[in-house]
């Protein structure tokens, strides 16, 4: 079994910067992908990055590109998304996963566990 603790979210005004923290425990394989999604008011869930634990390859949804950075610190089984110039559409909570397959995808049902969430409000 997973558990994701997501953590980093807050108020910014826009242009501003956050870098959220997921925290991974339990037996994370060194295959898996971790991905962090988010989901605004009254919309689906969508993908915003994704990395897979083994080699750092990692991919984008177009929106975020060039903003964006998404890292894991192997060692302390945590994944990070640093970003950077922050627009009111980015608001939204952030969710952590965890996909076992370890696809770079963006369908969430790829994905096998999931944090809590963390709210993230983009103030303009």
């Known amino acids: 079994q997973v558990q994701l603790v997501e953590s980093g979210g807050g108020l910014v005004q826009a242009g501003g910067s956050l870098r959220l923290s997921c925290e991974a425990s339990?037996?994370?394989?060194?295959?898996?992908?971790m991905g962090w999604f988010r989901q605004a008011p009254g919309k689906e869930r969508e993908f915003v990055a994704a990395?897979?634990?083994?080699?750092?390859?990692?991919r984008y949804t177009d929106s975020v590109k060039g903003r964006f950075a998404i890292s894991r610190d192997y060692a302390n089984n945590t994944v990070y998304l640093q970003m950077n110039s922050l627009q009111p559409e980015d608001t939204a909570v952030y969710y952590c996963?965890?996909?076992?397959?370890?696809?770079?995808?963006?369908?969430?049902?790829?994905?096998?566990?999931w944090g809590q969430g963390t709210q993230v409000t983009v103030s303009s």
């Open positions: 990395i897979r634990w083994s080699d750092g390859s990692t």
């Open positions: 996963a965890a996909g076992r397959k370890g696809w770079l995808v963006a369908a969430t049902a790829e994905y096998d566990y």
């Open positions: 339990g037996s994370i394989f060194s295959r898996y992908a």
